[in-house]
Nanobody, 122 residues
Framework: QVQLVESGGGLVQAGGSLRLSCTAS????????VAWFRQAPGQERDFVGTIAWIDGTYLTDSVKGRFTISRDNTKNTVYLQMNSLKPEDTAVYYC????????????????WGQGTQVTVSS
């Protein structure tokens, strides 16, 4: 059974940076597509970006140029580096994984972490 644990959330001022981590157990991250989603209060869970198990990373337009996704196979961890944070980035951030090609629809993911809160103050 795959388990995902996020960490690294917190409170930061606008313009600041945070790095979120998603550490997997039960399967290696290099054999899964791992994505980040976020959910603000009263909003739907939105796709942020993904690192595919075969090729490349993909980011939603609103975070391109500010966020990057990377993977450390030795630590079985996927990272979401968030720079130039804005108050509208405030949300609970979730990582999710699937044993297939990348996707952006949340219902296509098999495994989820518990979420980590990111709050950006203005």
């Amino acid at each position: 059974q795959v388990q995902l644990v996020e960490s690294g959330g917190g409170l930061v001022q606008a313009g600041g940076s945070l790095r979120l981590s998603c550490t997997a157990s039960g399967r290696t991250v290099s054999t899964m597509s791992v994505a980040w989603f976020r959910q603000a209060p009263g909003q739907e869970r939105d796709f942020v970006g993904t690192i595919a198990w075969i090729d490349g990373t993909y980011l939603t337009d609103s975070v391109k140029g500010r966020f990057t996704i990377s993977r450390d196979n030795t630590k079985n961890t996927v990272y979401l580096q968030m720079n130039s944070l804005k108050p509208e980035d405030t949300a609970v951030y979730y990582c999710a994984a699937r044993r297939a090609a990348w996707a952006r629809e949340s219902d296509r993911f098999d495994y989820w972490g518990q979420g980590t809160q990111v709050t950006v103050s203005s």
